[in-house]
Protein backbone atom coordinates (compact mmCIF):
# COMPACT_ATOMS: atom_id res chain seq x y z
CA UNK A 1 0.00 0.00 0.00
CA UNK A 2 1.43 3.59 -0.93
CA UNK A 3 2.30 5.61 1.95
CA UNK A 4 -0.33 8.45 2.93
CA UNK A 5 2.59 11.13 2.47
CA UNK A 6 3.65 10.08 -0.83
CA UNK A 7 3.09 12.47 -3.58
CA UNK A 8 0.10 13.96 -1.76
CA UNK A 9 1.33 16.86 -0.69
CA UNK A 10 3.41 19.38 -2.86
CA UNK A 11 5.83 22.63 -3.02
CA UNK A 12 4.09 25.41 -4.60
CA UNK A 13 6.68 28.18 -4.03
CA UNK A 14 10.10 29.25 -2.58
CA UNK A 15 11.13 32.03 -1.64
CA UNK A 16 15.12 32.95 0.07
CA UNK A 17 16.46 36.15 1.32
CA UNK A 18 20.29 35.97 1.80
CA UNK A 19 22.84 38.35 3.33
CA UNK A 20 26.21 38.45 5.13
CA UNK A 21 26.12 37.93 8.57
CA UNK A 22 25.61 40.86 10.22
CA UNK A 23 24.64 42.87 7.03
CA UNK A 24 20.33 42.30 6.98
CA UNK A 25 18.96 45.40 5.44
CA UNK A 26 15.87 44.50 7.34
CA UNK A 27 15.33 43.07 10.89
CA UNK A 28 14.45 39.47 11.24
CA UNK A 29 10.61 39.18 11.18
CA UNK A 30 10.76 41.83 8.09
CA UNK A 31 13.20 39.45 6.03
CA UNK A 32 11.37 36.32 6.82
CA UNK A 33 8.14 38.16 5.29
CA UNK A 34 9.58 39.16 2.70
CA UNK A 35 10.87 35.21 1.98
CA UNK A 36 7.25 34.18 2.67
CA UNK A 37 5.69 36.91 0.24
CA UNK A 38 8.31 36.00 -2.86
CA UNK A 39 7.10 32.25 -2.18
CA UNK A 40 3.67 33.03 -2.45
CA UNK A 41 4.54 35.31 -5.52
CA UNK A 42 6.10 32.72 -7.39
CA UNK A 43 3.04 30.69 -6.75
CA UNK A 44 0.10 32.88 -7.44
CA UNK A 45 -0.80 32.44 -4.37
CA UNK A 46 -2.59 35.18 -2.34
CA UNK A 47 -0.68 35.43 1.42
CA UNK A 48 -3.59 35.84 3.39
CA UNK A 49 -4.87 32.09 2.42
CA UNK A 50 -1.58 30.76 4.29
CA UNK A 51 -3.31 29.14 7.21
CA UNK A 52 -0.42 27.24 8.72
CA UNK A 53 3.65 27.35 9.61
CA UNK A 54 6.24 24.99 10.80
CA UNK A 55 9.80 25.66 12.16
CA UNK A 56 12.66 23.33 13.13
CA UNK A 57 15.64 24.43 15.14
CA UNK A 58 14.43 26.90 18.13
CA UNK A 59 13.39 29.86 15.31
CA UNK A 60 12.14 32.55 17.28
CA UNK A 61 9.86 33.86 14.98
CA UNK A 62 6.69 32.53 16.50
CA UNK A 63 4.34 32.35 14.01
CA UNK A 64 0.97 34.75 14.99
CA UNK A 65 3.40 37.25 14.88
CA UNK A 66 3.23 37.05 11.20
CA UNK A 67 -0.46 37.20 10.50
CA UNK A 68 -0.65 41.25 10.67
CA UNK A 69 2.37 41.82 8.48
CA UNK A 70 0.59 39.07 6.14
CA UNK A 71 -2.11 39.93 6.23
CA UNK A 72 -3.66 36.34 6.93
CA UNK A 73 -7.09 35.74 7.63
CA UNK A 74 -6.75 32.85 10.15
CA UNK A 75 -4.14 31.05 11.75
CA UNK A 76 -4.84 27.02 11.82
CA UNK A 77 -1.73 25.28 12.89
CA UNK A 78 1.72 26.30 14.35
CA UNK A 79 4.44 23.59 15.03
CA UNK A 80 7.98 22.90 15.25
CA UNK A 81 10.38 20.38 15.17
CA UNK A 82 12.19 19.70 18.73
CA UNK A 83 15.45 20.06 18.78
CA UNK A 84 18.05 22.71 18.51
CA UNK A 85 20.02 21.95 15.86
CA UNK A 86 19.78 21.75 12.14
CA UNK A 87 18.74 18.13 12.59
CA UNK A 88 14.57 19.32 12.26
CA UNK A 89 14.41 20.34 8.55
CA UNK A 90 13.19 17.74 6.97
CA UNK A 91 11.03 17.07 9.27
CA UNK A 92 9.02 20.20 9.48
CA UNK A 93 7.86 18.89 5.86
CA UNK A 94 6.43 15.75 7.36
CA UNK A 95 5.03 17.98 10.12
CA UNK A 96 3.24 20.74 7.53
CA UNK A 97 2.30 17.55 5.42
CA UNK A 98 0.28 16.45 8.35
CA UNK A 99 -1.55 18.85 8.79
CA UNK A 100 -2.87 19.19 5.30
CA UNK A 101 -3.47 15.52 5.00
CA UNK A 102 -5.76 15.31 8.20
CA UNK A 103 -7.16 18.38 7.35
CA UNK A 104 -5.92 20.38 9.94
CA UNK A 105 -4.74 23.34 7.51
CA UNK A 106 -4.44 23.89 4.08
CA UNK A 107 -1.48 26.30 3.13
CA UNK A 108 1.26 25.49 5.16
CA UNK A 109 4.61 27.59 5.12
CA UNK A 110 7.60 25.78 6.42
CA UNK A 111 10.17 28.44 7.20
CA UNK A 112 13.63 29.55 9.08
CA UNK A 113 14.87 33.03 9.50
CA UNK A 114 18.26 34.03 11.25
CA UNK A 115 19.25 37.74 11.52
CA UNK A 116 21.92 37.98 14.05
CA UNK A 117 20.76 41.89 15.57
CA UNK A 118 17.53 39.43 16.31
CA UNK A 119 18.34 36.17 17.13
CA UNK A 120 22.38 36.81 17.91
CA UNK A 121 24.57 33.78 16.84
CA UNK A 122 22.97 30.80 15.36
CA UNK A 123 25.61 28.40 16.68
CA UNK A 124 25.49 29.70 20.32
CA UNK A 125 21.81 29.51 20.16
CA UNK A 126 22.28 25.78 18.99
CA UNK A 127 24.73 25.21 21.78
CA UNK A 128 22.39 26.69 24.43
CA UNK A 129 19.86 24.18 23.66
CA UNK A 130 22.55 21.42 24.74
CA UNK A 131 25.07 23.11 27.31
CA UNK A 132 25.22 22.08 30.16
CA UNK A 133 28.04 21.68 33.60
CA UNK A 134 30.01 18.24 31.65
CA UNK A 135 30.50 20.17 28.57
CA UNK A 136 31.43 23.81 30.23
CA UNK A 137 33.94 22.15 31.97
CA UNK A 138 35.80 20.43 29.30
CA UNK A 139 35.01 23.76 27.12
CA UNK A 140 33.56 21.93 24.71
CA UNK A 141 30.28 24.79 23.93
CA UNK A 142 29.97 24.99 20.19
CA UNK A 143 29.30 22.42 17.48
CA UNK A 144 32.03 23.09 15.90
CA UNK A 145 34.25 21.17 18.96
CA UNK A 146 31.13 18.58 19.39
CA UNK A 147 31.33 17.63 15.76
CA UNK A 148 35.03 17.70 15.61
CA UNK A 149 35.24 14.55 18.04
CA UNK A 150 33.24 12.64 16.28
CA UNK A 151 35.02 13.15 13.59
CA UNK A 152 38.16 12.42 14.49
CA UNK A 153 36.75 9.33 15.61
CA UNK A 154 36.01 8.45 12.01
CA UNK A 155 39.09 9.44 10.63
CA UNK A 156 41.10 7.93 13.33
CA UNK A 157 39.28 5.02 14.71
CA UNK A 158 37.22 3.66 11.50
CA UNK A 159 39.79 4.43 9.51
CA UNK A 160 37.91 6.63 6.49
CA UNK A 161 40.66 8.37 4.97
CA UNK A 162 40.67 12.58 6.08
CA UNK A 163 41.06 13.77 2.64
CA UNK A 164 37.73 12.53 1.54
CA UNK A 165 36.64 15.20 2.86
CA UNK A 166 38.32 18.05 0.55
CA UNK A 167 35.94 16.19 -2.26
CA UNK A 168 32.93 17.42 -0.93
CA UNK A 169 34.12 20.76 0.20
CA UNK A 170 35.76 21.42 -3.42
CA UNK A 171 32.24 20.42 -5.10
CA UNK A 172 30.51 22.69 -2.52
CA UNK A 173 32.41 25.48 -3.84
CA UNK A 174 32.38 24.32 -7.39
CA UNK A 175 28.80 24.47 -7.32
CA UNK A 176 28.45 28.06 -5.24
CA UNK A 177 30.69 29.13 -8.07
CA UNK A 178 28.40 29.38 -10.72
CA UNK A 179 25.48 30.22 -8.44
CA UNK A 180 24.79 33.94 -8.23
CA UNK A 181 23.09 33.69 -4.99
CA UNK A 182 25.83 31.90 -3.91
CA UNK A 183 28.22 33.85 -1.08
CA UNK A 184 31.17 31.64 -3.45
CA UNK A 185 30.16 32.95 -6.60
CA UNK A 186 32.96 33.78 -8.92
CA UNK A 187 35.43 32.91 -6.47
CA UNK A 188 37.64 30.30 -7.49
CA UNK A 189 38.24 27.65 -4.40
CA UNK A 190 40.92 24.47 -4.51
CA UNK A 191 41.88 22.08 -2.03
CA UNK A 192 45.04 24.36 -0.37
CA UNK A 193 42.61 27.21 0.42
CA UNK A 194 40.95 24.07 2.61
CA UNK A 195 44.60 23.10 4.22
CA UNK A 196 45.74 26.53 4.83
CA UNK A 197 42.79 28.35 6.69
CA UNK A 198 43.14 28.69 10.43
CA UNK A 199 42.33 25.92 12.99
CA UNK A 200 39.13 25.90 14.88
CA UNK A 201 38.74 22.54 16.83
CA UNK A 202 41.16 19.83 15.07
CA UNK A 203 40.58 18.33 12.44
CA UNK A 204 38.49 21.33 12.02
CA UNK A 205 40.15 24.32 10.14
CA UNK A 206 37.72 27.47 9.25
CA UNK A 207 36.78 26.04 5.77
CA UNK A 208 35.69 22.75 6.84
CA UNK A 209 32.75 24.61 8.81
CA UNK A 210 29.97 26.36 7.32
CA UNK A 211 29.82 29.94 8.22
CA UNK A 212 26.53 31.77 9.16
CA UNK A 213 24.57 34.35 6.95
CA UNK A 214 22.00 36.45 7.47
CA UNK A 215 18.52 35.49 5.83
CA UNK A 216 15.24 34.38 5.76
CA UNK A 217 13.97 30.74 3.99
CA UNK A 218 10.00 30.05 2.93
CA UNK A 219 8.75 27.36 1.42
CA UNK A 220 4.53 26.75 0.38
CA UNK A 221 3.24 23.79 0.84
CA UNK A 222 -0.06 22.51 -0.09
CA UNK A 223 -1.98 19.73 -1.26
CA UNK A 224 -0.61 18.05 -4.84
CA UNK A 225 -3.95 18.61 -6.40
CA UNK A 226 -4.25 22.43 -5.27
CA UNK A 227 -0.61 23.01 -6.06
CA UNK A 228 -1.29 21.36 -9.94
CA UNK A 229 -3.79 24.98 -10.14
CA UNK A 230 -0.74 27.16 -9.02
CA UNK A 231 1.46 28.81 -11.18
CA UNK A 232 4.63 26.78 -10.88
CA UNK A 233 5.59 23.18 -11.51
CA UNK A 234 4.86 21.12 -8.47
CA UNK A 235 7.90 19.44 -6.18
CA UNK A 236 6.45 16.41 -4.76
CA UNK A 237 7.13 15.11 -1.00
CA UNK A 238 7.83 11.70 -1.09
CA UNK A 239 8.26 10.58 2.10
CA UNK A 240 9.64 12.28 5.30
CA UNK A 241 11.37 10.86 8.70
CA UNK A 242 12.35 12.23 11.49
CA UNK A 243 13.66 10.95 14.97
CA UNK A 244 16.23 8.64 16.43
CA UNK A 245 16.96 5.28 17.82
CA UNK A 246 17.86 3.57 21.37
CA UNK A 247 21.79 4.08 21.24
CA UNK A 248 21.95 7.83 20.06
CA UNK A 249 20.49 10.76 21.30
CA UNK A 250 21.75 13.95 23.84
CA UNK A 251 23.80 11.29 25.80
CA UNK A 252 26.63 13.19 27.01
CA UNK A 253 28.40 10.97 24.00
CA UNK A 254 27.82 8.05 25.29
CA UNK A 255 26.12 6.88 22.51
CA UNK A 256 26.39 3.06 21.11
CA UNK A 257 29.62 2.47 19.93
CA UNK A 258 28.79 1.55 16.37
CA UNK A 259 26.52 4.67 16.56
CA UNK A 260 29.21 7.00 17.82
CA UNK A 261 31.15 8.13 14.91
CA UNK A 262 27.71 8.30 12.76
CA UNK A 263 25.30 11.47 11.89
CA UNK A 264 22.54 9.46 13.78
CA UNK A 265 20.26 9.22 10.46
CA UNK A 266 20.29 5.12 10.26
CA UNK A 267 16.55 4.48 11.24
CA UNK A 268 15.65 7.42 9.67
CA UNK A 269 16.87 6.47 6.70
CA UNK A 270 15.69 2.99 6.77
CA UNK A 271 11.92 4.55 7.83
CA UNK A 272 12.13 7.04 4.65
CA UNK A 273 13.69 4.09 1.95
CA UNK A 274 10.56 1.99 3.81
CA UNK A 275 8.23 4.22 3.61
CA UNK A 276 8.39 5.38 0.06
CA UNK A 277 9.68 2.14 -1.60
CA UNK A 278 12.93 3.85 -3.05
CA UNK A 279 16.62 3.07 -2.14
CA UNK A 280 19.95 5.22 -2.30
CA UNK A 281 20.25 3.77 -6.26
CA UNK A 282 16.79 6.06 -7.06
CA UNK A 283 18.04 9.14 -5.27
CA UNK A 284 19.43 11.49 -8.47
CA UNK A 285 20.74 14.76 -6.54
CA UNK A 286 21.43 15.24 -2.80
CA UNK A 287 21.13 18.31 -0.81
CA UNK A 288 23.33 17.52 2.00
CA UNK A 289 23.23 19.24 5.31
CA UNK A 290 26.81 20.07 6.27
CA UNK A 291 27.26 21.74 9.33
CA UNK A 292 31.00 21.03 9.06
CA UNK A 293 32.18 18.65 6.08
CA UNK A 294 33.15 15.45 8.11
CA UNK A 295 29.86 15.33 9.29
CA UNK A 296 28.55 15.29 5.50
CA UNK A 297 30.07 12.41 4.83
CA UNK A 298 28.98 10.16 8.05
CA UNK A 299 25.20 11.58 6.99
CA UNK A 300 25.95 10.20 3.35
CA UNK A 301 27.65 6.71 4.66
CA UNK A 302 24.04 6.84 6.92
CA UNK A 303 21.63 7.19 3.89
CA UNK A 304 23.50 3.83 1.97
CA UNK A 305 25.35 5.85 -0.28
CA UNK A 306 28.09 4.35 1.29
CA UNK A 307 30.36 2.60 3.84
CA UNK A 308 33.36 3.77 6.01
CA UNK A 309 35.10 1.42 3.64
CA UNK A 310 33.99 2.77 0.45
CA UNK A 311 33.42 6.58 0.96
CA UNK A 312 36.99 7.10 -0.62
CA UNK A 313 35.44 5.18 -3.68
CA UNK A 314 32.24 7.48 -3.94
CA UNK A 315 33.18 11.05 -2.53
CA UNK A 316 35.48 12.10 -5.57
CA UNK A 317 34.86 15.61 -6.71
CA UNK A 318 33.74 14.24 -9.94
CA UNK A 319 31.60 12.15 -8.42
CA UNK A 320 29.77 15.24 -6.75
CA UNK A 321 29.03 17.96 -9.22
CA UNK A 322 26.27 17.84 -11.27
CA UNK A 323 28.00 17.91 -14.89
CA UNK A 324 27.71 14.40 -14.77
CA UNK A 325 28.89 13.05 -11.50
CA UNK A 326 27.01 9.87 -10.36
CA UNK A 327 25.35 11.77 -7.25
CA UNK A 328 25.44 15.41 -7.53
CA UNK A 329 25.39 16.71 -3.77
CA UNK A 330 24.56 20.66 -2.93
CA UNK A 331 24.31 21.95 -6.32
CA UNK A 332 23.41 25.21 -4.93
CA UNK A 333 26.56 25.30 -3.09
CA UNK A 334 25.23 23.98 -0.23
CA UNK A 335 25.71 25.18 3.27
CA UNK A 336 29.57 25.84 2.90
CA UNK A 337 29.39 27.73 -0.35
CA UNK A 338 25.94 29.04 -0.92
CA UNK A 339 25.38 30.48 2.43
CA UNK A 340 23.89 28.96 5.77
CA UNK A 341 20.90 30.06 7.44
CA UNK A 342 20.42 26.82 8.91
CA UNK A 343 20.33 24.91 5.99
CA UNK A 344 17.07 26.38 4.78
CA UNK A 345 19.08 27.42 1.29
CA UNK A 346 19.02 23.53 1.22
CA UNK A 347 15.37 23.03 0.91
CA UNK A 348 15.03 25.67 -1.41
CA UNK A 349 17.60 24.25 -3.90
CA UNK A 350 15.99 20.82 -3.58
CA UNK A 351 12.98 22.53 -5.28
CA UNK A 352 14.59 24.73 -7.36
CA UNK A 353 16.57 21.40 -9.13
CA UNK A 354 13.77 19.39 -9.44
CA UNK A 355 12.01 22.46 -11.44
CA UNK A 356 14.91 22.70 -13.53
CA UNK A 357 16.07 26.32 -12.51
CA UNK A 358 18.99 25.23 -10.42
CA UNK A 359 22.72 27.54 -11.27
CA UNK A 360 23.66 23.54 -11.33
CA UNK A 361 21.13 21.87 -13.14
CA UNK A 362 21.31 17.65 -13.17
CA UNK A 363 20.21 16.64 -16.51
CA UNK A 364 17.02 13.99 -16.29
CA UNK A 365 16.80 14.46 -11.76
CA UNK A 366 13.33 13.32 -11.22
CA UNK A 367 14.08 12.62 -7.26
CA UNK A 368 16.40 14.56 -4.44
CA UNK A 369 16.90 13.66 -1.18
CA UNK A 370 17.23 16.61 1.54
CA UNK A 371 19.20 15.25 4.32
CA UNK A 372 19.24 17.48 7.65
CA UNK A 373 21.11 18.23 10.27
CA UNK A 374 23.40 15.27 10.97
CA UNK A 375 24.91 14.70 14.69
CA UNK A 376 22.22 16.27 15.95
CA UNK A 377 20.34 13.92 18.87
CA UNK A 378 17.11 14.06 16.62
CA UNK A 379 17.40 14.15 12.77
CA UNK A 380 15.43 14.04 9.60
CA UNK A 381 15.43 13.79 5.87
CA UNK A 382 13.06 13.89 3.71
CA UNK A 383 12.35 12.61 -0.52
CA UNK A 384 10.85 15.30 -3.04
CA UNK A 385 10.16 14.51 -6.60
CA UNK A 386 8.74 16.30 -9.77
CA UNK A 387 6.61 13.55 -10.26
CA UNK A 388 3.95 12.30 -7.87
CA UNK A 389 4.50 8.59 -8.37
CA UNK B 1 21.56 25.23 31.54
CA UNK B 2 21.45 21.92 33.79
CA UNK B 3 24.21 20.77 36.40
CA UNK B 4 24.13 21.11 39.90
CA UNK B 5 20.80 19.96 41.25
CA UNK B 6 19.96 17.55 38.68
CA UNK B 7 19.99 13.34 38.47
CA UNK B 8 23.63 14.12 38.61
CA UNK B 9 24.53 15.97 41.56
CA UNK B 10 25.91 12.78 43.17
CA UNK B 11 28.74 13.19 40.71
CA UNK B 12 29.34 17.08 41.13
CA UNK B 13 29.39 17.00 45.41
CA UNK B 14 32.12 13.62 44.56
CA UNK B 15 34.45 16.14 42.36
CA UNK B 16 33.76 18.74 44.61
CA UNK B 17 34.97 16.64 47.79
CA UNK B 18 38.11 14.87 45.45
CA UNK B 19 36.37 11.47 44.32
CA UNK B 20 35.14 10.07 41.23
CA UNK B 21 31.22 8.53 41.89
CA UNK B 22 29.46 7.47 39.11
CA UNK B 23 25.70 5.96 39.11
CA UNK B 24 25.13 1.93 38.80
CA UNK B 25 21.20 0.40 38.65
CA UNK B 26 20.79 -1.43 41.76
CA UNK B 27 18.46 -3.87 40.08
CA UNK B 28 20.45 -4.97 37.22
CA UNK B 29 23.54 -3.49 38.01
CA UNK B 30 24.58 -1.63 34.61
CA UNK B 31 26.50 1.78 35.14
CA UNK B 32 24.12 4.42 33.65
CA UNK B 33 25.20 8.01 32.08
CA UNK B 34 23.69 10.37 31.85
CA UNK B 35 22.28 10.37 35.40
CA UNK B 36 18.83 9.01 35.37
CA UNK B 37 15.78 8.87 37.72
CA UNK B 38 15.35 5.24 36.38
CA UNK B 39 16.82 2.30 34.56
CA UNK B 40 15.67 2.12 31.33
CA UNK B 41 16.70 -1.59 30.59
CA UNK B 42 15.26 -3.05 34.41
CA UNK B 43 13.15 -0.45 35.85
CA UNK B 44 14.75 0.20 39.00
CA UNK B 45 14.67 3.75 41.04
CA UNK B 46 17.36 2.89 42.71
CA UNK B 47 21.35 4.10 41.39
CA UNK B 48 23.98 3.32 43.69
CA UNK B 49 26.73 5.72 43.21
CA UNK B 50 29.89 4.30 43.56
CA UNK B 51 33.52 5.44 43.74
CA UNK B 52 35.77 4.76 41.00
CA UNK B 53 39.65 5.39 40.25
CA UNK B 54 40.31 8.39 37.72
CA UNK B 55 41.42 5.73 35.70
CA UNK B 56 40.15 5.85 31.63
CA UNK B 57 41.13 5.10 28.00
CA UNK B 58 40.93 7.95 25.39
CA UNK B 59 37.78 7.44 23.18
CA UNK B 60 38.43 10.96 20.91
CA UNK B 61 39.12 13.89 21.26
CA UNK B 62 39.63 17.92 20.04
CA UNK B 63 42.29 20.46 20.21
CA UNK B 64 40.18 24.03 20.01
CA UNK B 65 42.43 26.73 18.52
CA UNK B 66 40.13 29.70 18.26
CA UNK B 67 38.10 31.41 21.21
CA UNK B 68 34.69 30.39 21.13
CA UNK B 69 32.44 32.41 24.10
CA UNK B 70 32.71 30.98 27.35
CA UNK B 71 36.20 29.51 27.02
CA UNK B 72 37.59 32.31 28.28
CA UNK B 73 39.20 30.90 31.04
CA UNK B 74 41.32 28.60 29.14
CA UNK B 75 44.27 28.76 27.19
CA UNK B 76 44.49 28.33 23.76
CA UNK B 77 44.97 25.72 22.24
CA UNK B 78 43.37 23.67 24.88
CA UNK B 79 42.69 20.00 24.23
CA UNK B 80 39.10 18.15 25.73
CA UNK B 81 38.74 14.40 25.20
CA UNK B 82 36.34 11.53 25.48
CA UNK B 83 37.29 9.57 28.63
CA UNK B 84 35.81 5.91 29.25
CA UNK B 85 35.98 5.31 32.60
CA UNK B 86 37.96 1.60 33.12
CA UNK B 87 35.78 -0.74 35.05
CA UNK B 88 32.20 0.83 33.72
CA UNK B 89 32.29 1.99 30.34
CA UNK B 90 31.00 5.47 31.15
CA UNK B 91 32.18 7.75 28.81
CA UNK B 92 33.25 11.63 30.47
CA UNK B 93 34.07 14.94 28.91
CA UNK B 94 37.07 15.77 30.03
CA UNK B 95 40.38 18.60 29.33
CA UNK B 96 44.00 17.04 28.83
CA UNK B 97 47.09 17.82 29.49
CA UNK B 98 48.82 18.97 26.35
CA UNK B 99 51.51 21.23 26.97
CA UNK B 100 53.31 19.82 23.96
CA UNK B 101 50.54 19.66 21.43
CA UNK B 102 51.30 15.90 21.26
CA UNK B 103 47.95 14.67 19.03
CA UNK B 104 46.44 12.02 21.62
CA UNK B 105 45.97 8.57 20.25
CA UNK B 106 42.41 7.02 20.44
CA UNK B 107 42.71 3.69 23.16
CA UNK B 108 45.38 5.79 24.92
CA UNK B 109 45.79 4.96 28.86
CA UNK B 110 44.89 8.52 31.10
CA UNK B 111 44.83 8.80 34.84
CA UNK B 112 43.01 12.12 36.17
CA UNK B 113 43.02 14.52 38.51
CA UNK B 114 40.38 16.94 39.55
CA UNK B 115 41.04 20.44 38.64
CA UNK B 116 38.54 23.43 37.69
CA UNK B 117 37.16 25.66 34.91
CA UNK B 118 36.42 29.19 35.30
CA UNK B 119 33.38 29.96 33.18
CA UNK B 120 32.05 33.40 33.82
CA UNK B 121 32.40 33.76 37.28
CA UNK B 122 31.63 29.91 38.10
CA UNK B 123 34.17 27.55 39.01
CA UNK B 124 33.61 24.49 37.60
CA UNK B 125 35.41 21.21 38.80
CA UNK B 126 36.60 18.78 36.34
CA UNK B 127 38.83 15.86 35.60
CA UNK B 128 41.70 16.90 34.00
CA UNK B 129 43.67 13.97 32.41
CA UNK B 130 47.13 13.03 31.96
CA UNK B 131 48.75 10.24 29.71
CA UNK B 132 49.67 7.51 31.93
CA UNK B 133 52.98 6.75 32.08
Redesign the interface.
Given at each position: MTHPLYGTTAIAGVGLRQYRRGASPLPERSTLVEAILAACAEAGFDPAGIDGFVSYGDDKNEPVRLMPALGLRELRWSASVWGGGGGGIAGAFGIAAAAILSGQASAVVIFRALVEGGSGRMS?AVM?HH????????????P??VC???A??LF??HGVPRGIVEELVRASYHHGSRNPEAVAYGQPFDADMLRHS??????FRLFDCSRENDGAGALLMVSAERARDLAKPPVYLLGCAQGTEAGWG?????DDDDL?ATAGFRPVARNLYAATGLSPADIDVVQLYENFDAQGVMSLIDHGFCTADSAADLIRFENLIADGGRLPVNTSGGNLAQGFIHGIGLAVEAVRQLRGESANPVAGARTCLLAGGPGSPTVSSAIFANSPG | ????GGE?EPY?QGLASGVLRLPRCGGCARWT??AAHRCGQCGSTTMDWQDLPMRATL????????R????EG?DL??T???AAVDGCG??????LDDPDRI?P??GEPLSGRIG??R?SDRA???IIWSRSA
Open positions: AALNDHMLAAGLVSAQAIRNREHRLIAEPDLLDNY | MNGMDWWPYSWTRTWHFGLTLPFSVVIRLYGRDRIETVIPT
